[in-house]
């Protein structure tokens, strides 16, 4: 069963149901395709069919799909970050402050854009997404997105727990993926590398940070792509009740945002 089949605790996000878009089969991120290079989004307020503001969204900007607009067929009802005032190089959003209804001509959800193929390095440690759309590119010249994975050291960092016991920041950031202890062989993303003609870059820091027990599952995780200058990685790590989904977006061959939260199964 696919988690947009379930409620979903989107951890400080409103818990919300997902509901099936036709096609849409595994995460409920949505990105503007629009060849314009913008989509206008509905802001509401009380009664949704007063529009109190209109917002530009640009080509290439994500959101969380929620639902189809009440009373609507060609529109859809979104969740999206509010960027903050000074543009920063990376941003980590854990919390969905916006919503509003945009046209569902002008998006696309990231699991119907054109798939990088998967595959595994030879020690098993990374994960490896190639770009093959195009083959009369030469192999060697093809995008790929390389996800290396390793055992955790976070034994070895500061932890700090709430009054329940569970471990709120390991070196003062919020962990993913993990509650009370720290599962044995535990693992977590080492680094994330693009690699892109003309271009390519490691992840930041931050971009990875904590993101503890990632999948190795090709199942529940992609590449994704609307050209060449934007591109979309997505993962659904962890288990149980420590399960999180995340996407990052990758522009012109470096990470510029993610959005994570916690979907237990």
């Known amino acids: ?27 409920p991120f949505g990105v503007v395709k629009a060849e314009e290079g913008y989509a206008m989004v509905r802001v509401h307020k009380d009664d949704y069919r007063k529009i109190v503001d209109k917002i530009r969204m640009k080509r290439g900007d994500v959101f969380v ?4 607009a009440p009373g609507e067929t ?7 970050p509010e960027k903050p ?3 920063k190089p990376f941003v980590r959003y854990d919390n969905l402050t916006k919503e509003g209804m945009v046209n569902k001509d002008r998006v696309a959800f990231i699991d119907q854009l054109p ?8 020690n098993g440690k990374s994960l490896i997404f190639t770009d093959n759309t195009n083959s009369k590119i030469p192999t060697a010249q093809r995008s790929k997105v390389i996800i290396d994975i390793y055992p ?17 920041s390991i070196d003062k950031v919020k962990p993913w993926g993990i509650d009370k202890e720290l599962p044995q062989g535990m693992t977590e993303i080492k680094s994330i590398r693009v690699q892109q003609p003309g271009r390519g870059s490691v992840f930041v820091r931050e971009a990875i940070k904590n993101m503890f027990q990632p999948t190795m599952d090709f199942e529940n995780i992609g590449v994704t792509s609307i050209d060449d200058d934007h591109i979309f990685l997505y993962m659904i790590n962890g288990s149980g009740q420590n399960r ?22």
């Open 1 to 27: 069963m696919t988690f947009i089949h379930k409620a979903i605790c989107l951890s400080v996000f409103s818990i919300f149901s997902f509901i099936m878009v036709q096609g849409q089969n595994k995460v």
């Open 65 to 68: 799909y929620v639902k189809p």
């Open 74 to 80: 060609e529109w859809i009802w979104i969740k999206y």
């Open 85 to 87: 005032e000074i543009e």
């Open 115 to 122: 798939q990088y193929t998967p595959s595994k390095s030879k």
């Open 152 to 168: 955790s050291n976070a034994g070895f960092r500061k932890q700090v727990k709430d009054t329940e016991g569970n471990i709120i």
């Open 244 to 265: 999180y989904t995340t996407l990052w977006t990758i522009k012109e061959g470096k990470v510029i945002s993610q959005i994570i939260y916690k979907n237990p199964e």
